[in-house]
């Protein structure tokens, strides 16, 4: 199946549009493999960027596998590893060499079609840097701030519950730990010493502050259903097994500090601000339309006026 996606996703990277919005989010590059150790006296172009391939004579270096791997989409990177994906990216690089080398010698660089194409994709990358640019330009720390805390008040006043949980494969076992807590057991202790939830056993069950709707249903249910320091007198079953659950603590769902999500309002404000830069640019020109014909005068509509914020996504 990770063959098959990888491949579909190198397809789309290779001969795709070469469209693309300007202000998607940059994906984090996992880091690759660490390179062997130079050999002595190895050239520092073989060190830092060594030769992976070789085709018809040309070279194809590391930097190219690494940056046609960054291409393919966020959820094909999360999946496959540079490892593992990199024998395809680098068979991907070496078709496309082929191909290019294929056409250039027969002089299709200069064909009409190929140089319309280029035109249009210099187009789309004038576009892409001048959108950067004045974004660039009209950011500063003031209108982070701003967005900030209009997104903060767009926030519901949600109830947020914190609560600790023991998690267990029988029904019989978690009415076996509410009778040892009901007896003066640590509850702590029971939940670090659990088999099945490692990770929440790790910090003694301990599932930090979370909305009604962060969780499955029964669980939600009967953890909003009881006060701070009480534990569930019933076992909770759901799809992952049985819970016993105790409730630390109840309040008002809290907005995460400024510098916690400052990457996601700058998102944001990147958009307002890109925006921006077209109807000021829509103001000061004049537009003719026309329909499909070519013969008559149309009104285009003009582009959406920035969404209501959304709220900062909880950490």
Not at 127 to 134: H, L, T
Not at 148 to 156: C, G, H, I, T
Not at 283 to 303: C, H, N, R, Y
Request: aromatic letters at 6%; zero cysteines; hydrophobic letters at 45%.
């Amino acid at each position: 199946m990770y063959v098959k996606m990888l491949r579909a996703a190198l397809l789309t990277a290779a001969f795709g549009s070469l469209a693309g919005t300007a202000l998607a989010a940059d994906t984090p590059a996992k880091a690759a493999a660490p390179a062997a150790a130079p050999a002595a006296g190895a050239p520092a172009q073989a060190v830092d960027d060594p030769v992976v391939a070789r085709v018809n004579g040309k070279e194809i270096h590391r930097s190219e596998v690494l940056n046609e791997y960054s291409q393919l989409p966020a959820q094909t990177q999360q999946q496959i590893h540079l490892n593992e994906a990199y024998p395809r990216v680098l068979e991907n690089l070496v078709t496309a060499r082929l191909l290019a080398d294929a056409g250039y010698k027969e002089k299709l660089q200069d064909s009409k079609d190929v140089k319309a194409e280029m035109k249009r994709a210099e187009e789309r990358f004038v576009q892409q840097a001048y959108i950067r640019k004045q974004v660039d330009a009209r950011m500063n720390e003031a209108l982070l701030k701003k967005k900030y805390d209009e997104m903060v008040k767009a926030l519901p006043a949600e109830d947020e519950v914190r609560a600790r949980h023991i998690l267990v494969k029988t029904k019989e076992e978690a009415e076996a730990l509410i009778k040892q807590i009901q007896g003066g057991a640590d509850f702590n202790k029971l939940a670090s010493e659990q088999q099945i939830d490692k990770n929440s056993a790790a910090s003694a069950g301990d599932l930090g502050y979370f909305t009604k709707g962060d969780m499955v249903a029964p669980f939600a249910e009967a953890a909003f259903a009881m006060k701070p320091g009480e534990v569930s007198k019933t076992p909770v079953k759901t799809d992952f097994g049985w819970h016993v659950i105790k409730v630390e603590d109840r309040r008002k769902r809290q907005a995460p500090p400024f510098e916690q999500v400052k990457g996601q309002v700058a998102q944001a404000e990147a958009q307002d601000l890109a925006a921006q830069v077209v109807e000021d640019l829509r103001k000061g020109a004049k537009v003719e339309a026309f329909d499909i014909t070519g013969k008559q005068p149309i009104s285009l509509t003009p582009p959406p006026a920035a969404a209501k914020p959304a709220a900062p996504a909880k950490q």
